[in-house]
């Protein structure tokens, strides 16, 4: 269909952020704040990637001294957090936000506002946790933080609060996001794109966003009552005092393992969707990779006492959580059969993609294979407090976060930025990496079934650990060197990559119809979809003779039912604010001021936090009325 240059300058006018530093502070566009969740959660995966290799150097033979035992669990407390809180999920959210309104037809998130608000609540937080090392105050009890050791008696400075007050921060800014996904996914989708037609990346993001909602609130109540006993005399931990360590345990995993779903389950629905590309045709099973991926985040929340089956409990309790571990992994397996039988009935295209893809199936076989293992009630209690863990988990992380990441980025940095990578140094990145990994993770696994207990600074000479460390310390700076390749790769091929094109893969989803990188209103007519893969289809998405569907005389963008994608009203979608940042800031100073325990400038920063909140919302009139 032929543009009109009136419209598209209207649509232009209307959707794109001004270029001067209030537009840079003030964009609500999906597109951009997308990108800066990328970069940022990037930024945190080099940090800490960095303090991994710390702690390697540390660990490379016996009885080194390169750091202290204090230093140590610093930075190990530091890499868990980071790898985990501030990497792992907020780089999916990054893919989300930039790809769902384009994959579904829609000009941006439900609530746009709300959607910078939680990138400057993301970034803030981790700028919080990373100030305690400057200011001596580091974390160190893991990231995991079992009481009685974070309690004052045992950690009197300030790292602990630091640790909860981070977590507090950053649950805000993730909650936000997952209410902004179930309400964009479920409501914004474009006419015709029923739930049936809906691509796989919408699943898995949408199963853990209602994950997220019934997980977190476990952690954030563990925090605030960790905070209560450090500074406010409460006794929520203290077993003298009627307390219980138990209890931080039990909602620490009640909401750690359905965390693991949420840091794996949008990796999942990445890889189905480049596997079917690379394949060149529709992925197997489509109905149930879609119902596996639902029922995971289910049964997810029936497996968390398996993290505690050293404890000591009841062996009906261990039998029921034991048996969850295995069922949670049969909806795994059925991801799985779906991409190989794609893979096997296709034919297949060796893209650095695709190399990461199926790297990324290997590597999340071993560690489910291994997962099943811990799950044998007899065996955990044999290797849960060893480096067999540390190789099975990061088996898991990496396998099934980092290298569908990695694929991610050479599938859609060229949507996101017109440039193709170039494809000889991605698959030599590839083969670094995934050599370097194997390398470094699965000794971790043999050295723990030889009896090297994991959370240790150091081990002493003559009990056979260090010619496995030593390899360990190899592979894992050899995986850095396969990360840094692929950096060098992007900056490479943003100055001299070949220009990508709208759909240079020849793939499916509604995100590659429109120009590389995006405009700022995505596509010009709101797409009509019949099918499951649009642009695979005879049927033109965009053909719109009456100019029903552009939608140029305000920021307006299309509502459907839930199940069939019937059209059933216009949303208006608000103009670019500096409310988010600012309540951000003045959260961030809520939360320091809390640490510090200085009384009037807490409440000086909840004052200026609810004006904040009240300008924001505050009533518009019947032309500024928006959605939120």
Not at 47 to 57: D, K
Not at 531 to 546: A, I, S, V, Y
């Amino acid at each position: 269909m032929a543009s009109s240059t009136t419209t598209i300058s209207r649509l232009t006018t209307l959707w794109e952020s001004p270029k001067t530093v209030y537009g840079w502070f003030a964009t609500v566009d999906h597109k951009t704040l997308g990108i800066r969740y990328l970069v940022t959660a990037f930024s945190f995966l080099i940090l800490g990637g960095l303090e991994a290799l710390l702690m390697r150097i540390q660990l490379f033979h016996s009885d080194m001294s390169v750091l202290t035992p204090e230093q140590y669990n610093q930075i190990f407390t530091m890499h868990g957090m980071t790898m985990i809180f501030w990497y792992a999920q907020p780089i999916l959210s990054g893919f989300a936000v930039f790809l769902v309104p384009l994959m579904i037809g829609a000009r941006d998130m439900a609530f746009p506002r709300l959607n910078a608000f939680t990138y400057w609540m993301f970034l803030l937080s981790g700028l919080f946790l990373y100030i305690s090392p400057f200011l001596g105050q580091a974390p160190h009890a893991g990231w995991f933080a079992y009481v009685p050791y974070t309690l004052t008696e045992f950690s009197p400075g300030m790292g602990l609060d630091f640790y909860a007050a981070a977590l507090i921060f950053l649950t805000i800014s993730t909650t936000g996001g997952a209410i902004n996904f179930i309400v964009t996914i479920l409501r914004m989708r474009a006419p015709g794109m029923a739930i049936s037609r809906m691509p796989l990346f919408l699943y898995s993001t949408g199963t853990i966003s209602f994950v997220t909602l019934f997980a977190l609130p476990a952690l954030t109540a563990d925090c605030i009552f960790l905070e209560l006993d450090r500074r406010w005399g409460t006794h929520f931990f203290g077993i003298a005092d009627g307390g219980s360590t138990f209890l931080w345990q039990q909602l620490f995993w009640f909401f750690g393992h359905p965390w693991v779903y949420i840091i794996f389950l949008p990796a999942t629905g990445m890889l189905s969707m480049i596997v079917p590309v690379f394949s060149r045709r529709p992925i197997v099973g489509y109905p149930f990779v879609a119902i596996a991926t639902f029922l995971t985040g289910v049964v997810g929340f029936g497996v968390w006492l398996h993290h505690m089956f050293t404890t000591g409990m009841s062996d009906i309790a261990m039998s029921i959580f034991s048996a969850g571990s295995m069922t949670v992994s049969i909806f795994t397996t059925i991801q799985v059969f779906a991409w190989l039988a794609t893979i096997w009935k296709g034919r297949p295209v060796a893209t650095t993609a695709m190399y990461y893809a199926v790297g990324s199936i290997v590597l999340l076989v071993i560690g489910g294979l291994s997962g099943v293992f811990t799950g044998v009630i007899p065996v955990d209690w044999q290797a849960h407090n060893t480096y067999f863990v540390v190789g099975h988990i990061h088996y898991v992380l990496i396998g099934s976060n980092v290298f569908p990441v990695f694929a991610g980025f050479y599938y859609w940095i060229p949507k996101m930025s017109g440039r193709m990578m170039n494809e000889k140094i991605g698959k030599l990145s590839f083969w670094v990496m995934f050599i370097g990994f194997n390398l470094g993770f699965f000794p971790m696994q043999n050295v723990g079934l030889l009896g090297m207990v994991r959370r240790i600074y150091t081990y002493p000479q003559g009990v056979g650990f260090d010619g496995m460390n030593e390899l360990i310390t190899f592979g894992a700076f050899l995986f850095g060197i396969g990360v840094l390749i692929s950096i060098c790769n992007f900056f490479y091929s943003m100055k001299s990559g070949a220009r990508a094109g709208e759909n240079p893969w020849n793939a499916d989803t509604l995100e590659w119809s429109t120009s590389s990188p995006p405009k700022a209103y995505g596509s010009e007519h709101i797409p009509l979809v019949a099918t499951r893969h649009p642009l695979w289809d005879d049927f033109d998405e965009e053909e719109d003779p009456e100019n029903d569907r552009v939608l140029d005389w305000g920021r307006l963008t299309p509502t459907s039912t839930v199940l069939d994608a019937i059209p059933v009203g216009v949303a208006t979608i608000p103009e670019d604010s500096l409310a988010p940042l600012l309540m951000s800031l003045a959260l961030f100073g809520f939360f320091l001021a809390i640490i510090y325990q200085m009384m009037w400038w807490t409440l000086s920063a909840l004052i200026l936090t609810l004006l904040i909140g009240c300008f924001w919302m505050w009533p518009r009139t019947k032309e500024e009325v928006v959605i939120e």
